[in-house]
């Protein structure tokens, strides 16, 4: 029997990277999976396949920017499934054009900050609005959103993404506070640098060595080391946990910021 076994779970930003691995890992664990996306194609994808496997799921297109559609959706899942048991808020505004504009703050334009708040803390907060009333009928569940890393540090790039994301650590916090009487629990995974195959393709080999020299453990992060926290947290394992931040990032954002050029000394004095 799966960890997740007989609930229902929406994963959005599910039709591809990340969130099809999340969707993937819930559906073999036993979970009904809605394969949430803007790109119906991707989600459309990603389903079947999951449905080839043996598990089962639904895709459905969802524009976490209106309203009306991340309405749409809910009704859709509870007419096809009778009730939510399992949210995760994974989708984000990440596209090539809004991260190459997501530059220096003297010279960012309005627009592109409230397109990265529009989807990333908005819609997640939406997505919350429409989906907790049927967590409540049902008797409980878990929503899980997708922050990250550069939500608690300060960077040289992308400060609307990373104060969009600070947003959704502050919303996770008070969904955990107003409906935990409920049995709704609320928690947020900070991924570091997940290679998906995207992340892959627009890095070169010198960035990637230049982050990786920061991460503790002696490898590279990939889509199912989120989608193993999210399974844990949407599975009975984490009943008691709720308003927490988790970080899943190998410790990058966890020690000291001479770290890597210590080990870089220390192995110069031994050679």
């Known amino acids: 029997m799966g960890l997740v076994e007989g609930k229902v779970a929406i994963v959005t930003g599910a039709g591809a990277n990340i969130g099809e691995a999340c969707a993937k890992m819930l559906a073999a664990q036993g979970a009904s999976v809605v394969v949430a996306d803007i790109n119906l194609a991707g989600a459309e994808r990603v389903a079947e396949e999951i449905a080839a496997s043996g598990g089962t799921a639904m895709a459905h297109a969802v ?27 994974n ?25 990265a708040f529009d989807i990333n803390s908005r819609g997640t907060m939406l997505m919350t609005k429409h989906v907790a009333p049927h967590m409540i009928a049902g008797g409980g569940g878990s929503i899980i959103n997708t922050s990250s890393g550069v939500s608690i540090l300060g960077d040289v790039l992308n400060p ?31 991924p570091g640098l997940v290679l998906s195959p995207v992340a892959r393709a627009q890095m070169t ?44 990032d190998g410790g990058i954002c966890h020690h000291q910021p001479h770290y890597a050029d210590m080990l870089d000394m220390m192995a110069a004095m031994q050679a």
């Not at 596209?95 to 409230?114: F, P, T």
């Not at 990786?212 to 989608?227: F, G, M, T, Y």
Request: some cysteine; hydrophobic content about 50%; glycine content about 8%.
């Open 205 to 248: 080999e010198a960035q990637l060595g230049m982050i990786q020299r920061h991460v503790l453990l002696p490898r590279e992060s990939v889509a199912d080391d989120i989608a193993g926290a999210v399974l844990w947290l949407a599975s009975d394992l984490g009943s008691f946990i709720t308003g927490q931040i988790i970080s899943v």
């Open 91 to 115: 989708a984000a505004n990440t596209g090539a054009g809004q991260m190459m504009k997501d530059g220096s703050l003297a010279a960012m334009e309005a627009e592109v900050w409230d397109a």
């Open 160 to 190: 609307a993404y990373s104060s969009s994301k600070a947003a959704v650590n502050a919303l996770t916090r008070n969904t955990a506070a107003q409906f935990g009487r409920a049995n709704i629990r609320c928690n947020a995974i900070l």
């Open 63 to 89: 524009d976490l920017g209106d309203e009306a559609s991340i309405a749409a959706m809910v009704a859709a899942v509870v007419e096809r499934f009778g009730r939510i048991d399992v949210l995760h808020n």
